[in-house]
Structure formats: C-alpha cells, structure tokens
C-alpha cells in the first residue's frame, strides 16, 4: 500500500498474506525464504531486550545459529520487567473442557481490543498459543497442577471461560527463568553474546537500512558501536511517561524513540491501558504504583458503598448497603470485565462520590464470600502472595478487610508499527512484545502479553526474520562506517548539552510534570479541549527542559542522572505524540475514551466507519508536526459490534 500525504509519500506494505484466515500462517510459512544451516553462522543479529520477548527470540536465533549480540540494561537478563507479571499467560488448549478453541481466544481477543488490531496477526497469535505453553513445559516452568498432575487455568477478563495458565501469582518471573535458561544455553555455546548494563542509544541506519546500534556502557559511560545484519526491539512498554504506572522503573521508551526518530512509524501511541486493580495513590511524593492482579477478581468482589461519602469501616457496611456495580451493570461477565470497562465504572463510581479509602478515589475488592465459600487457607494457596505484598504495602490484612483498589496505567497497546512479518518500516529492524504496537488493538486482554512476546520471540521471528537475511548480503557494513562516526558524535553531543545545561530543576520534577499532564488530559478520559492544552503543555515543558534542567556527574562513569535525563527527554516527546494521536482519533474504543463519544449508558462507542484504521505516525523533526498514515483495518471473519458484556 502506498500512502501519501501533504508532506510525505512513505511506501509501507503491512503483508498480510492472502488466502483463508486459518491458513495464512501456514501458508507465509511455507513461502518465505530460508537461510540454509552453514549461512546462518554469517549472519549477525542484535537483540535489545531480554524480557520475554528478547529472552525467547535471541535463544531461538541463537540455537537456529545465528550470531547474535543481546542487549539490557539491566545486570541481568533476569531482572526484565517481564519477572513482575502476576497473573498468567493465555492460550486456547481447551484443558478445562469448558468450550475454547483458537477460534474463540482469537474472537476474545479481536473483540477485547475493540476491533482496532489485524485479524490476520490476531489469529497467528491465538494459533501459536498452545505451542508456547509446550514449550514452557518442556523447559520446566512449574505450571499450577491440579492433584493428578494435569496443568490448571484460571480465569481472565474479556472471557467466559478458563483459558490463563499461571504460576501462583509470579507467572512472569517463571517464565522468564525458562527463558533465560534457553538463553544462557546459547551462551554458553557461544552462539550469544549477552551485554549486560549497556543502553542502546540509536539504532544506525545506511540509505534507510537498520545496520547497528549505539550503545552506552552504564557502569564505564563509555560509548559503543555495534554493526548487525539485522536488529531486533524487544524493549518493552512505556507506560512509566505518565510517571506513576505499574511498570517498572527502568521501563522506557529511549530505544523504540530513537527508531521512530529514524524512519520507523509509530503506531497507535496514545493507545494505553489504564489497569483496574492496582493499589490506589497514597501521596505526592510516591514513585511508583503497584498491581494486584486481574486474577484476584476470580474469587474478589467489587464494591462500593450504595450512599455517597459513606464513611463507614467496610466489615460495618451492611449487605444491602453495597453497590456490587460490576454485577449489576455486566450480569454476564460480572466482575470479568475487561480491564478498560472495569476501570471506567471504577472511575464513575468515585466520580459520583461513592469512592472509598481517604481519597475517595478506591473501590472495594473484597474476598470475605470466596474465603466463606473456598476457606482461607484455600485463597492463600491462589493468591498468597499478591494478598502478602498488599499487606505490606498498605499495613491492612486483605483476608480480613477488602482490598482498596484504583486503575492505574499498566501497559502500552502502542508501539513502533509492524507488519505481519514483525518489520518495522524501517527495513532490517524488528519490533517484537510489548515494544511494538500489534496485536491488542485498543485493549489488551488479561495475560495476552506474556502470549504475544514468546509467541514474537519463540515462534514468529525465528522464520521471518529469515525471510529478509535470505534477501540482504551479510556483514556489508562495518563500525567504521561514517553512518556509525556520525550517530555516535550526535549522541555525544546531545550527551554534552544535557550536561552542560546545569539549570535549576530536577529530572525528577520535569517527569512528575510530564505525568500529572498526561494523567489529567491523556489519561483515562480524553477530550478535545485537554487533548490540546496537552499538546501546548508538553512542548512547552520540553522547552523548558533543554534550557532548565539540572544533570550532574559527568559523561564517562556511572552516572543515573544522565542515563534518567536521556529518558526523560524522550518520554517528554512521546507524551506530545501521544496527546496528537488521541486528539485526532475522535471516537471512542477499548482504553482510548473520548468524552465525546459515548453511547448513553456512557460505554466507549466506536465510529467504525470512519476510524477503523491503525494511526501510524511519521517523524519529520522535533519542531515540526509529525505526518499521519493511517492503515485501514479490514474485517473479513468477525462482525463488528458494539462491545456488549452485559
Ligand atoms: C505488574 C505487572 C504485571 C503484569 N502481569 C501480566 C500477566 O499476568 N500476564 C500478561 O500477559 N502480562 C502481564 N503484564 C504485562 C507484561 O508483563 C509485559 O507486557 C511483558 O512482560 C513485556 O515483555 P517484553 O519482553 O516486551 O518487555 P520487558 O520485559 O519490559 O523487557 C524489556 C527489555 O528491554 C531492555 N531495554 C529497554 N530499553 C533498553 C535500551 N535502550 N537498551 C538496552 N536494553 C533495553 C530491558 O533491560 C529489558 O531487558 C504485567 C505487567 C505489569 C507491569
């Protein structure tokens, strides 16, 4: 497809493979060039990230015997955001007998992210499900069993039935072992080169052409180059541009940045997901959120009281007294909603001054029927953990007093676009995870996260990343080419700029002033008036910034003010991208909720006839306004209907 516009005419093509939807896969599979055995070992691949998707793609290239170069920042692979996911990982095996099928999570999963994602991907993700939880088991991640051995699921919202494996509620952290096990076998082969610690920086481009990175070593400063066949982006999410979210917090968007700032398209941005059961806000001064996981609402409650400013203890609250809301409103799906629709009615509710907790703005999860029903001991065993960390977070015993709940902003359904092949418009360069925009649509549903990023790493890019080494000669670029010299003296120079400003505010007090932005105009409501204040704001503060803010230390050592400074200049001109996208998306869908359009019941109403299309977003310069390419959304296999989970 070719898409022009005003200022550009960009060639993007996002290769959908033709023919049925249950065959495409298959069919792209059988069709794309291989790369034979004794060439791969010529062929160099650098691999940003080592979450779960970089983990699971860099072992599979790696055992494959390709060379390749693996990036973190963190001082182990181990340490990825991805360890903190709680919950579980979906696929359709059917082991509950309880009706699924890859059909059906692929339906869930289309209609969840309300009819904003590609069938085709879509249906390749629900179609390798059941392959990652395979291969999970065969590497050793301890699955929850039932007493005869056989794996257990659990339930997920946006779904009537059992689908989410998990283990106990630190699914992520085993996941990632098992792949960090794989991968450190390929270490030790030699076949990956793990580099703990170094940031990337830039990615090098020739005649447009993804060649190599620009890495800084966080320990030394010093700065280094790296030429690759290919590069892969498995960088996660960046959800943390809002400040307070429940990422962690060295989540960031530095990396896919500095990829949109060299040709790739950005799709979707503003697309967030705005969590709805996360330890509500307790000050000014907090720096982080924390999640309790959607599992929880399998067996909690929620609730708010049925009076306004009822002050009352809970435990005193009497039954006829409590606005059990998600039932009342959603008789089928209940306190299973999906996370936008659970998050919204949290919002309202407090709104409407029903709220609990000091700052009125929390709702109920209360476990006091499932302990009468289950035993405590038996909720224990489901969720010990999460009940332990929120007891030590807020000093209340969750066994005996309802958890106090808020949406908070967890994950980013945009990212760097992709086509089916995971290619970004920038040829050579890959996005895979959490870092590109794909498969979620406005919403991601409940443990489809960890599904997309091994479903990338272990069972996608291991073939189409070969597709375009077959094509490409290896090795033809080096270090010393003048496109690295002249990227890497750019960085030393913005380097030196931010060091040389030494104005009179923190980097801590321009992120907390970029979140407060995005939270109160880009967050979970939107509408035109905020959108545009926004956008003022924003390019004000990012002004402001490069005249006024205070970096200290010095370039080469260790230094965190600098590695945050970097981040946060970005995350400054994300969040102007951001407030344009969801400005110019004027119909509501999934997380992405305009005050304009709404139905009467006050639910997202989508536009489809004039919105259905994935926003990807072209950078033409800091200053200037970026240009808007839209690809349009073509539903061949499901109908599109207005989100009912009533
Ligand atoms: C609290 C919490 C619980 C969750 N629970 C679930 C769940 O139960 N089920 C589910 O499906 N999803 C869950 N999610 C979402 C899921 O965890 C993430 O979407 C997923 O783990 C992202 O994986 P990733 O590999 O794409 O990125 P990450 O795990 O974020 O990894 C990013 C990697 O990139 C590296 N990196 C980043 N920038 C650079 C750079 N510039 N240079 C070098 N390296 C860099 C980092 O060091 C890291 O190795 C949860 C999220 C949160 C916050």
Redesign the pocket.
């Given at each position: 497809m070719e898409v022009a516009s005003k200022q550009s005419t960009f060639k993007w093509d996002s290769k959908i493979p033709t023919g049925p939807l249950v065959d495409k896969w298959k069919t792209h599979k059988n069709n794309i060039k291989l790369v034979n055995p004794s060439n791969k070992r010529k062929y160099n691949i650098i691999v940003?990230?080592?979450?779960?998707?970089?983990?699971s793609a860099a072992a599979s290239l790696g055992e494959l015997g390709y060379n390749v170069k693996a990036?973190?920042?963190?001082d182990s692979?181990r340490r990825?955001?991805?360890?903190?996911?709680?919950?579980?990982?979906?696929a359709a095996k059917n082991y509950a007998n309880d009706g699924d099928s890859i059909w059906r999570l692929f339906y869930d999963t289309i209609k969840g992210g309300d009819y904003r994602a590609r069938e085709a991907n879509v249906y390749r993700l629900a179609e390798v499900s059941n392959s990652i939880i395979d291969q999970c088991v065969a590497q050793g991640v301890p699955f929850a069993r039932d007493y005869g051995g056989m794996l257990v699921n659990r339930s997920f919202g946006g779904a009537q039935l059992s689908r989410t494996f998990y283990a106990r509620g630190q699914?992520?952290q085993q996941l990632l072992l098992g792949a960090y096990s794989a991968l450190m076998k390929t270490i030790k082969s030699g076949k990956v080169k793990m580099y703990t610690r170094?940031?990337?920086?830039d990615l090098v481009t020739v005649d447009g052409v993804s060649k190599g990175i620009i890495?800084r070593n966080l320990v030394t400063g010093k700065i280094n180059r790296h030429a690759a066949d290919a590069v892969l982006l498995?960088?996660?999410?960046y959800?943390n541009v809002f400040y307070l979210s429940?990422?962690?917090k060295?989540?960031?968007v530095?990396?896919a940045w500095r990829c949109y700032r060299k040709g790739a398209l950005f799709g979707n941005p503003s697309f967030t997901q705005i969590h709805p059961t996360c330890i509500p806000v307790s000050g000014e001064y907090q720096s982080k959120l924390?999640?309790m996981?959607?599992?929880l609402r399998n067996d909690g409650r929620v609730w708010v009281p049925k009076a306004k400013n009822d002050k009352r203890h809970p435990n005193d609250i009497p039954e006829d007294e409590r606005d059990y809301y998600l039932e009342r409103i959603y008789p089928s799906f209940g306190n299973l909603v999906p996370r936008d629709v659970a998050s919204r009615n949290a919002k309202n509710v407090c709104d409407e001054g029903r709220g609990v907790g000091t700052s009125g703005l929390a709702v109920y999860l209360d476990f006091r029927d499932a302990i009468k029903r289950d035993s405590e001991q038996a909720i224990r065993e489901r969720y010990g953990n999460l009940f332990e960390m929120y007891e030590k977070i807020t000093d209340e015993n969750p066994y005996e007093v309802p958890m106090r709940i808020y949406p908070a902003v967890?994950?980013t359904m945009g990212g760097l676009w992709v086509d089916y092949n995971l290619m970004t418009t920038v040829p050579g360069l890959f996005a895979?995870?959490?870092?590109n925009f794909s498969d979620h649509g406005a919403n991601r549903l409940?443990?489809?996260?960890?599904?997309q990023?091994l479903a990338d790493g272990y069972f996608v890019i291991p073939y189409t990343v070969g597709d375009y080494l077959a094509g490409i000669t290896p090795g033809d670029v080096t270090t010393d080419h003048e496109a690295f010299e002249k990227t890497e003296k750019a960085i030393v120079a913005e380097i030196d700029k931010l060091l040389s400003i030494k104005g009179s505010k923190t980097i801590l007090d321009f992120h907390r002033q970029l979140g407060k932005i995005m939270w109160d105009k880009v967050g979970m409501s939107r509408d035109e008036q905020g959108l545009k204040e926004a956008i003022a704001e924003i390019s004000a503060l990012r002004k402001e910034f490069w005249s006024d803010v205070f970096v200290p230390g010095e370039p080469a050592t260790y230094n965190k003010y600098l590695e945050y400074a970097m981040r946060v200049a970005d995350f400054i001109e994300l969040g102007e991208l951001m407030a344009r996208d969801a400005l110019e998306r004027p119909e509501s869908c999934g997380g992405h909720f305009r005050e304009e359009s709404k139905t009467p019941e006050g639910e997202a109403k989508r536009d489809d006839e004039n919105y259905a299309y994935v926003s990807a977003w072209e950078f033409t310069g800091v200053d200037t306004p970026p240009v808007h390419h839209k690809e349009p959304l073509v539903f061949e296999n499901v109908k599109l209907t207005q989100r009912s989970y009533k």
């Open positions: 940003v990230g080592t979450g779960l998707a970089g983990a990036f973190c920042i963190q692979a990825a955001h991805s360890i903190a996911a709680q919950g579980g990982i979906n699914t992520g170094e940031e990337m920086l890495s498995c960088t996660g999410g959800g429940t990422n962690a060295n989540s960031n530095t990396a924390t999640l996981s959607e599992s967890h994950y895979l995870g959490e870092a409940g443990a489809s996260a960890l599904m990023g």
